[in-house]
């Protein structure tokens, strides 16, 4: 890894429960992130995804146990104290999450709460802050800005609310946007457009976006790169193109196979056979071996290896150093 990286997550663990019966949601993670780019986290529900997220920004529930490095922009995450790290957060860094009704408070017009972000986190002064509501407003392709500054979170559909968090969450600048799950709670149509709306705030901004999201046709037509998970581990990752075009883990495989294709020809979305893990039986094993096809003695023994298929393309599987 390279000091050019926006942000760098090094052997990263986090775990829950307690010292003697820890249940590791994220393990051993090491990440690069660089300036601009779109980076795609996918997996079943329970793989980590939020708690990796939620790591990047340090702002995991206090019975989380971390260890290993959060590096951002040349700064350790560990060492900053509460008030460096509420700087960072809205201003470099700003998060957008699920569900867009419970993170606006409903007792507030949006205008009370826009002015608010745009007052502490971007500095804006009351004077301009009334024209500068509309521009966040407009920016994020709300109809009506001026009134929309008027009203209350319940006079808005919940595609209008995610544009607000949206418009708030980028309107200082910031170097990093972490959206967890931004469009599960979204129709069709709307997802595509919170999807442009994100890419316009990358070209604007030169913002870096990671994308939770469990839907791999988001991470297709969204991001520069992907990263799979499998009970708290990175089990692949590369470049968008190259994973959709020749995924080397077996559950990567399994994972796009299990899209719905857009002809409808496989019908519903296929799940993936096998039970879904638990992290109580996370152990020194590969947790994708009860479900795989291609399991070998040694993928119920030890934890695979980092195995480089190409300088942007890892996997972590045992079956790969054996293959042809
Ligand atoms: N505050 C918490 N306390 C205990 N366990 C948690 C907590 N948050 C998450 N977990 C567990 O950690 C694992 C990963 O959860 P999460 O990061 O939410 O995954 P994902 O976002 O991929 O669904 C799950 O097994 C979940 O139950
Ligand atoms: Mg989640």
Redesign the pocket.
């Known amino acids: 890894m390279t000091t050019s990286n926006l942000l760098e997550l090094r052997d990263l663990c986090v775990s829950?429960?307690t010292p003697e019966r820890p249940?590791p949601?994220?393990a051993h993670v090491d990440l690069a992130i660089r300036p601009g780019e779109i980076i795609g986290i996918a997996?079943?529900?329970?793989?980590?995804?939020?708690?990796?997220?939620?790591a990047m920004i340090r702002a995991?529930?206090d019975?989380?146990r971390v260890a290993g490095d959060i590096v951002f922009a040349g700064r350790s995450l560990n060492a900053m104290g509460a008030a460096e790290l509420r700087r960072l957060r809205g201003r470099e860094i700003s998060m957008i999450l699920q569900n867009p009704m419970t993170s606006l408070d409903p007792l507030f017009t949006i205008g009370d709460q826009l002015g608010e972000v745009l007052t502490t986190r971007a500095g804006v002064s009351a004077a301009e802050r009334g024209r500068r509501m509309v521009d966040v407003l407009r920016a994020v392709h709300l109809t009506a800005p001026e009134r929309r500054v008027h009203q209350y979170p319940h006079e808005l559909s919940g595609g209008m609310r995610q544009r607000v968090l949206i418009g708030m969450a980028s309107s200082a600048a910031p170097k990093l946007l972490l959206a967890?799950?931004p469009t599960t709670a979204l129709d069709a149509t709307i997802q595509e457009e919170i999807l442009v709306l994100f890419n316009e705030i990358r070209d604007r901004h030169g913002t870096a976006i990671v994308v939770?999201t469990?839907d791999l046709g988001v991470i297709r037509r969204l991001c520069d790169r992907i990263v799979i998970?499998y009970l708290?581990r990175i089990v692949e990752e590369g470049p968008v193109e190259t994973i959709f075009e020749s995924p080397q883990h077996p559950y990567t495989r399994a994972l796009l196979d299990s899209i719905p294709r857009i002809d409808g020809k496989r019908g519903a979305l296929r799940t993936i056979p096998g039970q879904v893990p638990?992290?109580a039986d996370a152990g020194e094993n590969c947790a994708f071996a009860p479900r795989c096809a291609r399991v070998q003695p040694r993928c119920r023994a030890e934890i695979p290896r980092e195995t480089r298929i190409a300088d942007d393309h890892r996997a972590f599987c045992w079956d790969l150093e054996l293959r042809p």
């Open positions: 829950y429960g249940l949601a994220v997996g079943e529900s329970g793989s980590g995804k939020s708690t990796l997220c939620s995991l529930p019975e989380a967890d799950e939770v469990h998970m708290g638990s992290l």
